[in-house]
C-alpha cells in the first residue's frame, strides 16, 4: 500500500486515550445533573438543510457555517449550534409533551481561525426547556449551570444575568433610534473588554449622538449588589413597560434560586451591558465568567420565545444554555480541579510462551467475567520484561505472571506495579484476590 | 420571527428520547464489553482531508464520501468510515505503546441510497489491536463480537469466517490471471445472492475461462463442519504456501475461539467465498449473520496488516471489526431482544398554585440531593390533572402533590401513577420513601 502523509485538518483534534477519560469524565457527570434535574436525552443530524439555519443564529453563523453543496444538490450544513436544530425537531414534532425538556451533548462545527481554547470542532452540553415561560424554568436552568460547574470542582465563577427587555429599554432610554439600537448592544457588548471610554468612543463613532452615549453609559455603569442594579435600573426605565417586565423577570430569578441552593448573592451578578451575540434571545440572558484562566465565558444562554415557534408554526416560550465544554475543560485542566478515572485495564495477563497463550487466555476470561477489565499481552509471548513495561506505560496497576512451575502447582503470581510487591495465588483465587486488591486501599493501588 | 418549514435531509435522522434510551444502552453495553477486554477510548474529527481516504478503502468510498472544498480551499470529507482515521492517528503518533487496542462509537457519513436500515449517517462502534500479528489477537476481536451480541440478547447468529490468503490462492488454483483476481472475488462475494450458476455466469461475463470458473466453483462449494472445510482446502491448495497460510490463520482462530468461552463450532462457519468489499484486508474476514430480520451483516472486519503501516512508515499489523450499531438495533427492536431502561425523571413533582413554587422546587432539591432524577413541572401552576397527564405521558412513576393544607401539616402525597394509589408522608421523609417505592419491586413500580 502507497505511503501515505498521516494530517489532520486545522483546527481539529484526535482525543487519544488519556484526553479522553477526563472528557467522558466530564460530559458523563454533566449528564448526571441533567438526568437528576428530568431533561432527556435526544440527538439531531450532523447536517442539516442549510436554510434551516438562514435567518435564525444572526449574520456570524453565515459566514461561520461550513456550508457546501451535496451531490443531491442540496445547499447543506453542519450543524452551527444545538439550538436551531431543537427548534427543528420540535417544530416536525407536535405531539411532544410540553414542556419538553430535552439535552444534548454533541459536536458542533465553525469555520473559526483556530487558537487557544477555539476550534472548528467542538462540542456543546445543552439543556433547554420548551413551552414554559415560568420564572421557575428560568432558574432551573442557572441551577443547572450552577450544578454542573460545581460537580466539575469549580469554585470561583460568576454568572452575569441581563435581560434582552431591559437592553432594548435601555436603548429606548438613551433616545437612539430603533436602528440605532442594535449598535448600542454591540458596543456596550465590549465593555469588559474595551471599557467605558472605548464604549463612548465606538457609540460615537457608530453615529450614537453624544447626549444619547452619555444615558447608555449612565446606565450601564451602574455600580452595587444584583438588587441594587435592579432597583436602579427600575427606578430609570420606569416609564418603559417592557423593561420593568425585563427588570422583574430578573428579580425573579434571582428570588427562585435559593430555592435551588444556588446562593444568589454570591453566584449571579447583574450586568444591564451583556447583550450575547445570537439574534433570538427575548428574555433573560446569561453568561458564565471565570477569572482564570482567561478562556472566556464557560457557559451562555438565555430565554427566546420566538425560534422554536417560528419551526412550530404555534407559540412555544424556550429557555436554554450550552455549557462549553472545551473551555470548562481547559479551567479543569490549568486549576487541576480533578483527576480523570483510569478508563483502561485492570489487570494485565502476561503470557509466558507459546504453549502459554491457552492459559493466559483463560485466566484473562475468568477475571473478565468478575468484571475486571483485563487485557491479554498480545505482542510475541515470552520475553516478561517487555510486558511488564507495557503494563506501566498503559498504568496498568495489576499484572499476573504464570511459568510453567506455577501452573504445575495451579498457582500465579499477582504483581503491584507500583510497588513491585509479588505474591502467589491459587489459580482458582485470581478473580477474588485480584478484585480485593482493586478494591483495598492499603498496599494494592485502587 | 419568520416562519420557517422544519426540514430533515433524507438519510438522517432525529433520535427523540424514547429512541435514545435503547440506543445508549446498546452502545453503553458495548462499552463496557469493549472495556472489559482492554480496549481503550478515543475520538477522531468527524472531518478529514481527502486525500487521507484516497486509496485506502476502494473505489467505493469515492463515490459515496461526502466531499467538499472549505472556506480554506481544502479538499475535505465526511469521514466514510472509523478505520482509516485509526491508520491516521497511529501514523501521527508513534509513541503509542503498541499493541494499542482502542475502540471508537461514533457516526460516519456515506451518500447512500437511503432505505430500510440504510442511512447516510449512521453509527459504528469499533474495535482495533494495533500492532499484533498473534492469532490470539485475531480469536480476541471474534469473542468480543460474540460477547456484544450475547449482550444484547442475540441468540441466533453465525460468524462467517474466510482469509484472503486462502481468496488470492484460490484465485491462483483456479488459473485465473492477477488481473482477473479481483472478478473472482467479486462474483464469489455474491454467491449468497445470485446462487452458484449466478456466479459462475458472473465470472464467464468478466471473461473467466470456463475451466477456471469451474475450479473457484469447486473450491466455494465444499460442504460441511468448519474443519472438515478447512481440511479440503488445504488440500486443494496444497501447493500454495500463501494459502495454506490463511487455511493455518483460521485453525489457529477456531482453537482459540474456546479459550474466550466461545463455542466455535456453533458460532463460527467457515466460508471459502467470503471477500468483503474493502481492499485493505490481507489476512482473516469476518462477517455476522443472523437469519431473521433480513438487515444483511451485523458486524464486519478482518486482518489488515497494511493500512496502518502505509501512514507510520513501519509494519503494524492490525485485526479489527465494526459493528453495525444501526442493523444490529434493527434486529433488537424486531425481534424485542431487549427493553430500554428509563431515561427520564424517575419522579413529578406538581405545582399546587403560584404560591407553591417554591415549596415545589425545594422538595425537588432534597429530592435530587437524594439522587432521584426529579422533574418539577414548569408549565403554569395549578390544575394538577394536566400536571398527573404530564406525568404520564412521560411514564414518570411516581408524582408529589402539596397543596396549602398537607403543607401545613408537613405533608405531602406520593402517588404511584400505574396504579393510582395515594398516601400521605411526612415532609421530611419524602426522600426515603420516594427511594424505597423506586427501589421496591411490591406495588410501586421500579
Known amino acids: 500500500m502507497a505511503r501515505t502523509s498521516a494530517q489532520r485538518l486545522k483546527g481539529f483534534r484526535d ?4 484526553a479522553m477519560a477526563l472528557r467522558r469524565h466530564v460530559m458523563g457527570t454533566f449528564e448526571q445533573v441533567f438526568q437528576r434535574y428530568g431533561f432527556l436525552p435526544w440527538e439531531t443530524p450532523s447536517l442539516e438543510l442549510a436554510e434551516t439555519f438562514d435567518g435564525k443564529t444572526g449574520q456570524e453563523a453565515q459566514t461561520l457555517m461550513y456550508r457546501f453543496t451535496d451531490r443531491g444538490d442540496r445547499e447543506v450544513g453542519l450543524r452551527y449550534d444545538l439550538t436551531v436544530p431543537l427548534a427543528r425537531v420540535i417544530g416536525m414534532h407536535p405531539d411532544l409533551p410540553m414542556p419538553f425538556k430535552r439535552y444534548h451533548i454533541a459536536p458542533v462545527w465553525r469555520y473559526e481561525r483556530p487558537q487557544r481554547g477555539r476550534f472548528r470542532e467542538f462540542w456543546q452540553c445543552d439543556v433547554d426547556t420548551v413551552g414554559s415561560s415560568e420564572p421557575s424554568a428560568d432558574a432551573e436552568i442557572l441551577a443547572v449551570v450552577s450544578e454542573c460547574l460545581d460537580a466539575v470542582g469549580f469554585s470561583e465563577y460568576r454568572i452575569v444575568l441581563n435581560n434582552r427587555k431591559t437592553l432594548s429599554a435601555l436603548a429606548r432610554f438613551s433616545g437612539a433610534s430603533p436602528e440605532q439600537a442594535v449598535d448600542v ?13 472605548g464604549v463612548r468612543e465606538e457609540m460615537l463613532g457608530r453615529g450614537l449622538p453624544p447626549e444619547a452615549a452619555n444615558r447608555v453609559l449612565e446606565l450601564i455603569s451602574i455600580q452595587g449588589e444584583s438588587s441594587e442594579i435592579l432597583d436602579a435600573l427600575e ?3 420606569t416609564d418603559d ?14 428570588d427562585l434560586l435559593p430555592c435551588f441552593a444556588v446562593d444568589s448573592s454570591r453566584r449571579v451578578v447583574v450586568d444591564p451591558s451583556l447583550a450575547r451575540g445570537l439574534d433570538y434571545y427575548t428574555g433573560i440572558v446569561f453568561e458564565t ?51 480523570a478515572p483510569n478508563a483502561g485495564a485492570d489487570v494485565l ?17 475468568d477475571l473478565r467475567r468478575a468484571g475486571v477489565r483485563t487485557e491479554v499481552y498480545l505482542g510475541p509471548p515470552g520475553n516478561l520484561r517487555r510486558q511488564l513495561g507495557h503494563a506501566d506505560k498503559l498504568h ?7 511459568g510453567p512451575d506455577e501452573r504445575a502447582r495451579d498457582e500465579v503470581t499477582l504483581r503491584d506495579m507500583a510497588s513491585g510487591e509479588q505474591r502467589s495465588i491459587p489459580r482458582q483465587e485470581v478473580a477474588r ?11 494494592m493501588p485502587v
Open 241 to 254: 413597560p417592557e423593561g420593568v417586565t425585563g427588570v422583574r423577570e430578573m428579580r425573579s430569578v434571582l
Open 15 to 18: 482525543f487519544l486515550p488519556e
Open 185 to 197: 448592544y454591540r458596543s456596550i457588548d465590549k465593555l469588559g473588554k474595551i471599557g467605558v471610554e
Open 349 to 365: 495477563v502476561t503470557v509466558f510462551d507459546e504453549n502459554s497463550v491457552a492459559f493466559s487466555l483463560q485466566l484473562a476470561g
Open 433 to 443: 484476590q485480584v478484585l480485593a486488591a482493586l478494591h483495598s486501599s492499603e498496599g
Open 289 to 339: 465568567e471565570v477569572d482564570e484562566p482567561k478562556v472566556g465565558s464557560v457557559t451562555g444562554g438565555g430565554r427566546y420565545d420566538e425560534l422554536v415557534g417560528s419551526f412550530a408554526g404555534r407559540s412555544l416560550p424556550t429557555v436554554g444554555t450550552a455549557l462549553g465544554l472545551e473551555r470548562i475543560l481547559e479551567v479543569i485542566a490549568e486549576l487541576h480541579l480533578i483527576d
Open 235 to 237: 427606578k430609570y426605565l
Open 396 to 402: 496498568i496497576p495489576l499484572t499476573l505472571l504464570a
